[in-house]
């Protein structure tokens, strides 16, 4: 059974400019969370997708959105980047809400 | 954003000995907690969850202690292993929205 898989792995960006990164969920899970982690620290929750609907996002700026489509796989997109929005981007899913997440390998975004 | 720590606190232990990685957890209303292991350039690795009508759960050289008066989790690993070396994180679930990740703790096995 496959895991979570995102796309890019790596990817380099200009301060203003916009990003997509994606995520497919193990298959049968239907919830899909986003976690921001900068270089060195924790992980801070973005986003939660559960059957195509957010259902709850962290304390970050609006510029951070995204959505999930109907085959539960998911986008985040980043507007205006910032340099401090430099990190990974990791993504999980779960086929029970808020359990047993599993995550994938992440998206590294550099900007600069 | 909710998170924790700047500084990761870490644990240093010899290959063989058992390690023991402890956890705080914010929300007395949390009911449910997974233990991951994050090695250097990956993503979080599912090790072990609990809930909090347990207080205690071994899996395969591993074992979580739940204490919910102290809100307090840790992780004991026997055994420890050079592979073993990771970033360990806690994290706990607030009433089914959201997993909030602990601050982590670095695993290091020396020979």
């Known amino acids: 059974e496959a895991g979570v898989t995102q796309s890019p792995t790596h990817l380099i960006k200009t301060r203003g400019q916009q990003v997509t990164l994606r995520c497919s969920p193990i298959?049968?899970?239907?919830?899909v969370y986003w976690y921001q982690q900068a270089l060195g620290l924790g992980l801070q929750f973005l986003l939660w997708y559960d059957e195509g609907e957010e259902r709850n996002r962290g304390n970050f700026p609006p510029r951070f959105s995204g959505r999930q489509f109907p085959n539960y796989s998911s986008e985040l997109n980043v507007n205006a980047l910032e340099l401090e929005d430099s990190a990974l981007y990791l993504c999980?899913?779960?086929?029970?809400?808020?359990?047993?997440?599993?995550f994938g390998q992440g998206t590294r975004l550099t900007v600069v | 954003g909710e998170s924790v720590g700047l500084h990761l606190p870490t644990l240093s232990v010899q290959e063989g000995d058992n390690s023991i990685i402890n956890c705080a957890y914010s929300?007395?209303?949390?009911?449910?907690f997974i233990w991951y292991k994050q090695e250097s350039g990956k993503g979080p690795q599912f090790i072990i969850d609990?809930?909090?009508?347990?207080d205690k759960r071994q899996g395969q050289r591993v074992t979580v202690l739940l204490n919910k008066t102290v809100k307090h989790l840790s992780l004991q690993i026997a055994a420890t292993q050079p592979g073993d070396s990771a970033v360990y994180f806690c994290a706990e679930n607030i009433n089914t929205d959201k997993l909030i990740f602990g601050t982590g703790t670095r695993l290091q096995v020396f020979p």
């Open positions: 999980a899913s779960s086929k029970v809400r808020g359990e047993r997440a599993f």
């Open positions: 929300n007395s209303a949390s009911d449910y």
């Open positions: 298959s049968g899970h239907t919830s």
């Open positions: 609990i809930r909090s009508n347990m």
